[in-house]
C-alpha cells in the first residue's frame, strides 16, 4: 500500500468538481485516516476547496506529539493544490481553535477566515461554519468536552485496530465508534438537536442552506425552508461534500483506496431533492 500510495506516479486523470467541502480531519490523532484522505486528494481536484474545521487536533497535539508520514503528505497535498491555483479556505473549528486569532491572513495560499458565504453555480448562497458553536458542552462546559475527547479517543483506538484486520481480510473501512454512535438514541438526539439548530441559525441569516462538520455525520437534508449540509469527517465516516458544475452537492464515501475501487464506487450520493427526515 505504502508503495501504491507514495511512490506511484501521481495520477494521470482526476475527478474534477467545483467545489469539495473537507472538515474533522484531526491531523495529529491515531484515528486520522490520512491515508485515504491523501488517496481522495489525490484523485480529486476542485476550483476550491473548503476546509471546515478540526483540520488539525490541537487538543490531541497539546497532551501528546503524534504526527506521521500520511499526517505530512496531507498538508503538502492542500498546500501544493493551493500553489497549482486551487481556492484554499480554512473556517478553524474547536479543535484548532487557536488558528481562529489569524483569521483575516493568508498561510502558503491558504486563507483564514472566521466563516464564509459560498455562492453556488445555480446561484444559491450556502453559509460556511465548522459548527461548534451550536454545541452545548463545547460552548459551556470545556472541561467535559476535554473529558469525553479522551474516551472518544479511546474508541477510535478500536477502530484503528479493527481496521487493519479487516484490510487483512480486503474488507473495506468501516467505523465501530460512528456505528454506536447512531444506534444509541441520546446521540441520535443530539444530531438531530444540533442539526435543527444550525439550519434556524442559517434561516436567520437569510442564506438558503449551510454547510458544516463538527458532529461527525456526512448528512444532506432540508430543515424547515433550509438545506441542511454536513460533509461528515476523516476518522469515522471518510466523507467530503462535493459541488458540480450545475450546484448539484453530494456527499463522496472514501472507503476504499482508489485502486481497488470500481468506476460505480467513485461517483457521488446523487443530492438533487434531498427528503425531509427527522432524525429521532
Not at 26 to 31: K, M
Not at 51 to 66: A, C, H, M, P, T
Not at 196 to 208: L, M
Not at 264 to 270: D, N
Request: charged fraction near 25%; glycine fraction near 8%; aromatic fraction near 10%.
Amino acid at each position: 500500500m505504502h508503495e501504491k500510495l507514495y511512490n506511484s506516479p501521481r495520477p494521470k486523470k482526476t475527478k474534477k468538481h467545483r467545489t469539495l467541502f473537507l472538515s474533522d480531519i484531526h491531523l495529529g490523532t491515531p484515528g486520522c485516516k490520512a491515508d485515504l484522505l491523501y488517496d481522495f486528494l489525490r484523485n480529486n481536484d476542485a476550483e476550491t476547496i473548503y476546509l471546515v474545521g478540526d483540520i488539525i487536533d490541537g487538543w490531541r497535539i497539546k497532551r501528546s506529539w503524534y504526527w506521521n508520514e500520511s499526517h505530512n503528505a496531507v498538508v503538502q497535498e492542500l498546500l501544493r493544490k493551493a500553489r497549482k491555483g486551487t481556492n484554499v479556505i480554512y473556517v478553524p473549528g474547536n479543535h484548532d481553535e487557536a488558528l481562529r486569532d489569524y483569521t483575516g491572513l493568508n498561510f502558503g495560499g491558504i486563507d483564514m477566515v472566521g466563516e464564509a458565504l459560498h455562492e453556488t453555480a445555480d446561484g444559491r448562497t450556502f453559509l460556511i461554519i465548522h459548527g461548534d458553536q451550536f454545541d452545548s458542552v463545547v460552548r459551556y462546559a470545556t472541561w467535559l468536552a476535554h473529558l469525553g475527547d479522551r474516551a472518544y479517543t479511546v474508541a477510535l483506538a478500536l477502530n484503528t485496530w479493527l481496521h487493519d484486520v479487516r484490510r487483512l481480510f480486503g474488507l473495506p473501512y468501516w467505523s465501530l465508534s460512528a456505528y454506536l454512535k447512531h444506534k444509541v438514541k441520546n446521540a441520535v438526539e443530539y444530531i438531530s438537536r444540533f442539526e435543527t439548530a444550525v439550519a434556524r441559525a442559517a434561516r436567520e441569516r437569510g442564506v438558503d442552506g449551510v454547510i458544516c462538520g463538527h458532529i461527525h455525520f456526512a448528512e444532506i437534508r432540508e430543515i424547515d425552508g433550509v438545506l441542511y449540509c454536513n460533509d461528515g469527517d476523516w476518522v469515522e465516516s471518510c466523507t467530503a461534500m462535493s459541488e458540480d458544475e450545475s450546484g448539484q452537492l453530494s456527499i463522496i464515501r472514501w472507503h476504499h483506496f482508489s485502486w481497488e475501487m470500481q468506476p460505480e464506487l467513485i461517483e457521488p450520493e446523487a443530492r438533487s431533492a434531498p427528503p425531509v427526515l427527522d432524525a429521532a
